[in-house]
């Protein structure tokens, strides 16, 4: 029997909105969008074909789920949990397209977790999710790669959700939690996700286009000539921060101040830049692999490199912003890569743009 794959990422569901309820925090207004896709190729395959679903990470944004109103960073089982029923309830036409998805025996889905839903690397999300979309038998269908960043497909293709390359959000697979003092197992958060809780999260209530604009080095400087107040508050904060969690945490003066430098040039300074030549040199590194399709910096790649190789990058749902001039005003919304195999057996690797149905209207769920 045939198959084909469907990659997706960088959804980036938080709890919804309400028309008319400005809810600064969802950047995910697609539901509808993501349920014709899923029964465009769900009818096209038919019972003829296997067509699996990989969800390549920052599906859910667990990050912006606040529980009694602050963002927690010790995340518990029990909290993953809340935090994802209350994403889950919020899109409710997202589920129901997964549910209709999963329906047939010949359709199953893959889940990366990325760095905004590492809660997911707990069991209780994974069978909360299982009973939302997948419930009954068609639960072993669905199936969680978290034992490391990279889901291995046999035909020399590998994906990975890409947080993995920088810095900042990269975490050690081997050792996904920690104990706290009264016994409590909550997930070993980088730093950057602690940064993105205690920093850009309340910057974000603020102005919710922050994370929307890239890069954000860019952004920034323009903005201090117009918003002058709030890029000194973001630099503040993100000062404080650095400090607190990146220097401060070495014990000696000696090794703070030399530590500076290196910390600068390699989590700050190359933070949303050079994305797509970390990815290419990892392609390259890597051995029996032909394709490295990846998500995570949120703009849309198809790249052969000198080497034959090709970089895919599924890129986001959510509504960008870019100020590079290379990408000027680029429209990075609703992209995925579709896998599919010639009668040979051969894999070739696309990336698309949904387009769907023509729609005569469409609800402006935010003001900016």
């Not at 400090?243 to 910390?263: E, S």
Request: hydrophobic content about 40%; glycine content about 8%.
């Amino acid at each position: 029997m045939k198959l084909e794959r469907l990659i997706v990422s960088d959804l980036h569901l938080v709890t919804g909105s309400r028309e008319g309820e400005l809810n600064p925090l969802e950047d995910f207004f697609h539901d509808d969008r993501f349920a014709e896709l899923l029964a465009h190729y769900d009818e096209e395959a038919g019972s003829d074909r296997e067509l699996e679903l990989i969800l390549n990470g920052d599906i859910f944004d667990l990050l912006k789920v606040r529980i009694g109103g602050v963002w927690p960073t010790e995340i518990t089982d029990e909290l993953a949990t809340e935090k994802l029923r209350l994403c889950l309830d919020g899109h409710p036409r997202f589920v129901s397209a997964l549910a209709r998805f999963m329906r047939s025996p010949g359709r199953r889905i893959t889940y990366l977790p990325g760095n905004h839903d590492l809660d997911m690397w707990f069991p209780g999300p994974q069978e909360l999710f299982r009973r939302y979309v997948a419930p009954g038998d068609a639960a072993d269908r669905v199936r969680f790669i978290t034992a490391s960043d990279t889901y291995y497909l046999p035909e020399g293709i590998q994906i990975r959700h890409g947080h993995q390359l920088e810095r900042i959000h990269r975490v050690d697979y081997r050792a996904m939690t920690r104990e706290r003092r009264d016994g409590q197992i909550v997930l070993d958060l980088p730093w950057g996700s602690l940064w993105i809780l205690e920093v850009m999260n309340p910057l974000k209530l603020m102005r919710s286009h922050i994370d929307r604009i890239q890069p954000l080095g860019r952004f920034l400087v323009g903005s201090f000539l117009f918003d002058t107040s709030f890029v000194l508050r973001f630099l503040w904060l993100s000062t404080v921060y650095f400090l607190r969690h990146r220097v401060f945490t070495l014990r000696a003066w000696r090794k703070r101040l030399a530590a500076i430098p290196k910390l600068l040039r390699e989590e700050i300074m190359s933070l949303g830049e050079g994305y797509d030549d970390a990815a290419a040199r990892e392609l390259n590194r890597v051995r029996g692999a032909h394709t490295l399709v990846v998500g995570h910096s949120h703009a849309p790649r198809f790249m052969q490199l000198s080497s034959g190789k090709i970089l895919v990058n599924t890129g986001t749902w959510v509504k960008m912003i870019n100020l590079d001039l290379r990408y000027l005003g680029q429209d990075s919304g609703l992209t995925y890569a579709l896998i599919d195999y010639t009668d040979e057996g051969k894999p070739r690797t696309r990336l698309m743009r949904w387009n769907g149905a023509q729609s005569p209207w469409q609800v402006i769920p935010y003001a900016d």
